[in-house]
């Protein structure tokens, strides 16, 4: 079955950097827009970035532009995200996800998900 591991949460201070790794396994990955998204306590599930199935567009909501990076890797099945200059707003669950060739940034236009990882930034 598909399963979308991710790692490299954490804890870390304002200003500090992290990299998300999320791993891809049971489809054919180079099918498939992925996504990051997060979720803190009492708001909504919000889109991150994204990058789509040729690894040739990538695009990013306006709060994270300039400070996270999205990318792909198809030989390793591996989406990274590269999050620097880190605020207590990006405190969250940070989830994986894989879509269609048309998916972008709203979390319906995705089939599968990873269970989510912690990412806490303390001010």
């Known amino acids: 079955q598909v399963q979308l591991v991710e790692s490299g949460g954490g804890l870390v201070q304002t200003g500090g950097s992290l990299r998300l790794s999320c791993v891809a396994s049971?489809?054919?990955?180079?099918?498939?827009?992925m996504g990051w998204f997060r979720q803190a306590p009492g708001k909504e599930r919000e889109f991150v970035a994204g990058?789509?199935?040729?690894?040739?567009?990538?695009y990013s909501a306006e709060s994270v532009k300039g400070r996270f990076t999205i990318s792909r890797d198809s030989a390793k099945n591996t989406v990274l995200l590269q999050m620097n200059s880190l605020e207590p707003e990006d405190t969250g669950v940070y989830y994986c996800?894989?879509?269609?060739?048309?998916?972008?940034?709203?979390?319906?236009?995705?089939?599968?998900w990873g269970q989510g990882t912690q990412v806490t930034v303390s001010s």
């Open positions: 049971g489809l054919t990955f180079t099918n498939y827009n």
């Open positions: 990058i789509r199935w040729s690894g040739g567009n990538a």
């Open positions: 996800a894989a879509g269609s060739r048309f998916a972008q940034g709203y979390p319906a236009q995705y089939a599968y």
